[in-house]
């Protein structure tokens, strides 16, 4: 019961990381609110936490890059709960694109998501949080925003304004005890399979090289509940309380074992 009395926002619950975030903290004996543009699954999933306990989730429809939606949602959510800790925010999409032939549609889809909704998602948090004393905000950044990735180009620029803003931001706001941190994780779930399912062959040979080979924890991609999960919960806690505007791999060395 770490995080008994905690109340928490999870974008992108519906599934992979945002679904196991949810699951844990549930698990530690929070009361969460998980949101998502997915309502059907979005739903199930925090009923289905909800009958293991703990801890308690419900479920709201939001979209992270319409700033009317996440103001309003948000003012519904942190009324239910009586107050906002914690948000984990790793509602995101992902899509290919060359850096020589990138669209605008396929630039501004990824910056309105990715880059937008972290901005709007962080900074109604933040308000919120300051009421409440402080908090913690956990974005989702990614190696593809430290590094060349000559099939995402657009992600890759968006992930690295998350880093940029997630520093920023931690800055802004640590006088009001607000710590802003970014995970960068390596984990085996849907939009991670969806990537993967589009690969030739030669791509997937590629890909190993690049993303596979550096894991020295078994060159694969980690499990969301068991590996993720867990820090998830140490990062909403008090425990972390001196850790803030960090770009936090969760990778199994994917990073920096080069
Ligand atoms: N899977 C990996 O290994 C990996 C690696 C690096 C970074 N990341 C990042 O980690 C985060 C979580 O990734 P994942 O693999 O769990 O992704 P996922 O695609 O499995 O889940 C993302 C969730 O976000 C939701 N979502 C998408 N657009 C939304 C919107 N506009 N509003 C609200 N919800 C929306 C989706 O419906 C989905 O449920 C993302 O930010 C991703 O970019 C993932």
Not at 23 to 46: F, P
Request: proline share 3%; net charge negative; aromatic share 6%.
């Amino acid at each position: 019961m770490q995080l008994k009395g905690k109340r928490i926002i999870v974008t992108g619950s519906a599934r992979g990381m945002g679904a196991a975030t949810l699951r844990a903290y549930v698990r530690e004996g929070a009361h969460v609110i998980g949101m998502d543009v997915t309502d059907d699954t979005g739903a199930e999933v925090s009923s289905e936490a909800t009958k293991s306990g703990p801890g308690k989730a419900g479920y709201m429809h939001v979209d992270v890059s319409d700033k009317t939606s996440v103001e309003s949602v948000f003012a519904t959510a942190v009324a239910a709960m009586g107050g906002l800790d914690v948000l984990a925010h790793p509602a995101a999409i992902q899509r290919g694109s060359d850096a020589g032939d990138v669209t605008v549609e396929d630039w501004d889809l990824m910056f309105a998501v990715n880059v937008r909704g972290t901005m709007l998602t962080n900074q109604v948090a933040a308000r919120y949080m300051k009421d409440s004393g402080g908090g913690s905000i956990l974005n989702f950044g990614s190696i593809s925003g430290q590094r060349p990735e000559p099939g995402a180009a657009a992600y890759s620029a968006a992930k690295g304004a998350v880093h940029s803003w997630t520093r920023t931001a931690a800055g802004t706001w640590g006088k009001d005890n607000i710590r802003v941190n970014a995970i960068l994780p390596a984990m085996a779930t849907p939009m991670y399979e969806e990537a993967m399912a589009t690969m030739t062959e030669d791509d997937k040979t590629a890909s190993y090289w690049q993303n596979h080979q550096s894991i020295a924890m078994g060159q694969k991609y980690g499990d969301p509940d068991e590996d993720l999960g867990p820090v998830m919960v140490f990062l909403a806690g008090d425990g972390s309380r001196f850790i803030t505007g960090q770009m936090i791999p969760v990778d199994g060395g994917q990073t920096n074992v080069k």
